[in-house]
Structures are given as structure tokens and as C-alpha cells.
């Protein structure tokens, strides 16, 4: 009994501790396409936070975009879907929109 006690507190406890967004965004591949500085295939991350900087609707729209994929916004080239969670794609939208 007290194996799965602690085994329950330690996953309790793991659990409240999120992925921090830059190791997601290794994780799911999305320096592949973008960097934080500079454009790639797609745009850097900085330009990104600065199109939508002041736009509260920005990081909806992102984490749309993150998800389902887009394009048109930033040139011909598109952005494909992403397997993300929904709490994944506003953790990235924010941070993205974070960096300055």
C-alpha cells in the first residue's frame, strides 16, 4: 500500500511540472521550419511576436494555426497540421509570442 502511495504522490507531483515550451517545440520538430531569430523555412519567432505584438486575439490564433496548420500569412509556403494537444498549441502560441 505504501508503493502505490508514493508511486501516486510522485505522478501527482511530476505531473504539476509542465514541459517548458522551447522543449516542446524540440519535441514536436519545430525548429525544422522555424528559429528563433532568423527565418527558415518559415518565419523566426521573433518577426512572428512582432506582427502580433498588442493583438490579444494572437495566441488563439496561433495555437489554431499550430494545430490545423495555415498558410498565405507569411508566403506561399505552408504550415502543416501539428499533433499537439490543445493545451500544447496555447503553450506555444504563448511562448513564441513571448520572445523578443
Known amino acids: 500500500m505504501k508503493k502505490v502511495i508514493f508511486l501516486f504522490s510522485l505522478f501527482i507531483v511530476s505531473s504539476a511540472y509542465a514541459v517548458a515550451p522551447a522543449d516542446l517545440a524540440k519535441a514536436k520538430n519545430c525548429f525544422a521550419c522555424h528559429a528563433?531569430?532568423?527565418?527558415?523555412?518559415?518565419?523566426?519567432?521573433?518577426?512572428?511576436?512582432?506582427?502580433?505584438?498588442?493583438?490579444?486575439?494572437?495566441?488563439?490564433?496561433?495555437?489554431?494555426k499550430i494545430k490545423k496548420g495555415?498558410?498565405?500569412?507569411?508566403?506561399?509556403?505552408?504550415?502543416?497540421?501539428?499533433?499537439?494537444?490543445?493545451?500544447?498549441?496555447?503553450?506555444?502560441?504563448?511562448?513564441?509570442l513571448s520572445i523578443k
Do not use: F, Q, R
Open 70 to 96: 495555415g498558410s498565405g500569412v507569411w508566403g506561399a509556403m505552408p504550415m502543416p497540421p501539428n499533433t499537439v494537444s490543445d493545451a500544447e498549441a496555447k503553450d506555444l502560441a504563448k511562448w513564441v
Open 36 to 64: 528563433t531569430d532568423k527565418k527558415l523555412i518559415g518565419p523566426s519567432y521573433k518577426d512572428v511576436a512582432a506582427k502580433y505584438k498588442g493583438d490579444t486575439s494572437a495566441a488563439g490564433k496561433l495555437a489554431d
